[in-house]
């Protein structure tokens, strides 16, 4: 669904929001029963899939309902918090970083894992280089357009295989799935890849996001199954 904000009427946005309430209250209440935990922990050397996950050929679309359609030119990319040299990036400005691709698998907590997902954007450790994060970083927070956060320790967020991406075996990112910008962390849960992505902030300390609140795990390794909070 694509929110505007003009010419609905009150009454449908009541709806629209209720059906996401319940819809996270689902998913809280699945995070406190433990729900599609195996127990086991896989073995990331040899296996491909992760533990209680389930291979799809699709690619489902996950979020809290609202799809936010921010225009180029209104765009803009925040760095900041604990960096040497913070950015406010527009569109163009985006686009003159070095351009990567990386070829990663997708691991959702919600049991569908999905190979061979080409992406094309800008990688974190290109990023690194510009903003240059000050030796008491430890900590990203990331923040969208449509209010969602997460958090991801930096060492994590530094991977090689992390990327900021635009493209999707070689198309523009659809907005559903976070165009024009998301990010892609492959060695965690999905839910750590933040959509339409806004700001990346920096911190020293942690600050949980918008389902690291709502009992799901802190860190989000598939490999450990850290679904959900213990
Ligand atoms: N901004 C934003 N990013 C988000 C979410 C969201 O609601 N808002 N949902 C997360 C969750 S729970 C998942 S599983 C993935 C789903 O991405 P997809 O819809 O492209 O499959 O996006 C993650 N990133
Ligand atoms: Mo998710």
Redesign the pocket.
């Known amino acids: 669904m694509t929110v505007s904000n003009d010419g609905e009427s009150g009454l449908e946005n009541q709806d629209e929001q209720g059906k996401r309430d319940k819809l996270i209250r689902r998913k809280q209440e699945w995070a406190a029963e433990g729900r599609l935990l195996t127990g086991n922990n896989g073995n990331r050397e040899t296996d491909r899939l992760p533990p209680g996950q389930r291979l799809v050929q699709n690619?489902?679309?996950?979020?809290?309902g609202v799809h936010p359609d921010i225009p180029r030119d209104k765009w803009r990319l925040w760095i900041d918090g604990a960096v040497a040299n913070p950015q406010k990036l527009d569109w163009a400005g985006f686009q003159a970083l070095p351009q990567s691709q990386s070829v990663s698998d997708?691991h959702?907590?919600?049991a569908w894992s999905r190979y061979d997902n080409r992406w094309r954007g800008v990688l974190v450790r290109d990023l690194l280089d510009l903003v240059k994060p000050r030796p008491d970083a430890q900590h990203v927070i990331l923040h969208?357009?449509?209010t969602?956060t997460?958090n991801i320790p930096l060492a994590e967020f530094a991977d090689e295989d992390v990327l900021l991406a635009t493209h999707w075996q070689d198309e523009e990112l659809t907005l559903?799935?976070?165009g024009p910008l998301?990010l892609i962390l492959p060695k965690l849960y999905?839910?750590k890849?933040?959509?339409?992505l806004k700001r990346i902030e920096f911190a020293v300390f942690d600050k949980p996001g918008?389902?690291e609140l709502r009992g799901y795990h802190n860190h989000g390794d598939p490999w450990e199954e850290e679904r959900y909070d213990d």
């Open positions: 690619w489902p679309v996950l979020d809290l997708i959702c907590v919600t969208s357009y449509d969602y997460t559903e799935h976070g998301r999905f839910w890849s933040a959509k339409w918008f389902w």
